[in-house]
């Protein structure tokens, strides 16, 4: 079967990211969704498909706004073509080279896609806004260690809060197990899983469920102390499932090519609205003068008619 290697080189000119896989059946998109996912807002929410049959690799566009070039054909929406190593798909000023491997190369694959994403996008912002962001972090708010700031890499695959001063976030509180909270990547989020028997942990004041998912603010108390978690790509990536996402992710979003699309070019209504000349006052007066008018002509064709 072999892998196909996906090579993605940025619209805003960033570092290039690779990312192979194996499976049969793969989307790539900007929705959560997806099973590969590209933070740019030229990508619809699922743009393009990939799969394995007939001994080969195939894609298509799946119907895309901004629609996929190959070469200098555009791809017929949902019309599987098959993959040659090398080609290039364009959307607008993104591209994305395929290259069929005997086995998964170095890069990403679609196990730590969302690590992929994460980074891309802060690659996108910090192009976008000329400004470093800095990655997800938990904070200690009160108790021991207050103000200690602990990093948590988009690379995590898992790490602890507990006793032990080699986890993560290594807490001074009596009683608390060594290893007492699994912190696990979720996708492109970060949940938590309780182990602790001992301590209550809540979030938010709510027990702590295994496997929920952390969002960006939240607070965790284990007896006594209070930690945040703080997370400065969610909102964004939150963004990312909305049909129009913020202009900070990659640049505007051209409108689409409706010509192409069967749909016929015209105002729109503001463009209507603001060419119309005269006002619903105006037409009332014109229409309250043209029954006078009438009315004139038909006393005159009376008189006409007696004489």
């Known amino acids: 079967m072999g892998a196909l290697r996906l090579t993605i080189r940025p619209p805003d000119g960033g570092a290039q990211s690779s990312l192979s896989f194996e499976q049969p059946q793969?989307?790539?998109?900007?929705?959560?969704?997806?099973?590969?996912?590209l933070p740019f807002r030229i990508i619809s929410s699922q743009h393009l498909g990939f799969l394995f049959e007939e001994g080969r690799y195939k894609v298509a566009d799946l119907g895309s706004t901004n629609g996929t070039l190959l070469g200098k054909t555009r791809l017929i929406p949902n019309v599987y073509v098959p993959v040659v190593s090398g080609m290039e798909l364009k959307i607008l000023d993104l591209t994305i080279r395929l290259d069929v491997d005997q086995a998964l190369s170095d890069g990403f694959t679609l196990a730590d896609s969302a690590t992929m994403v994460r980074k891309l996008l802060v690659q996108a912002l910090q192009a976008n806004q000329d400004k470093a962001l800095g990655q997800a972090f938990i904070e200690i708010l009160s108790?021991?260690?207050s103000g200690q700031r602990f990093g948590v890499a988009d690379e995590l695959d898992?790490?602890?809060i507990g006793a032990d001063p080699d986890c993560l976030v290594p807490l001074a509180i009596l009683h608390l197990e060594p290893r007492?909270?699994?912190i696990k990547r979720q996708g492109d989020r970060f949940a938590l899983e309780s182990v602790s028997g001992a301590i209550?942990?809540?979030?938010?004041g709510v027990p702590c469920l295994s496997g929920q998912v952390l969002r960006s603010h939240d607070h965790?108390?284990?007896?006594?102390?209070?930690?945040?978690?703080?997370?400065?790509?969610e909102g964004y990536l939150d963004e990312l499932d909305e049909p129009v996402a913020s202009a900070l992710l990659a640049g505007p979003l051209p409108q689409p090519d409706r010509a192409r699309s069967g749909d016929v070019k015209g105002?729109?209504?503001?463009d209507l609205a603001a060419s119309a000349p005269y006002g619903s006052l105006e037409l009332a007066l014109m229409a309250i003068s043209a029954a006078l008018m009438l009315g004139v002509l038909f006393m005159l064709l009376l008189v006409l008619e007696v004489f």
């Open 26 to 37: 793969v989307t790539l998109g900007r929705g959560s969704n997806c099973d590969i996912r």
């Open 143 to 145: 108790g021991a260690g």
């Open 158 to 160: 898992e790490g602890w």
């Open 180 to 182: 007492a909270i699994c």
């Open 200 to 204: 209550a942990i809540t979030i938010n």
């Open 220 to 233: 965790i108390a284990i007896a006594t102390t209070v930690l945040i978690f703080v997370d400065p790509l």
């Open 267 to 270: 105002p729109g209504a503001q």
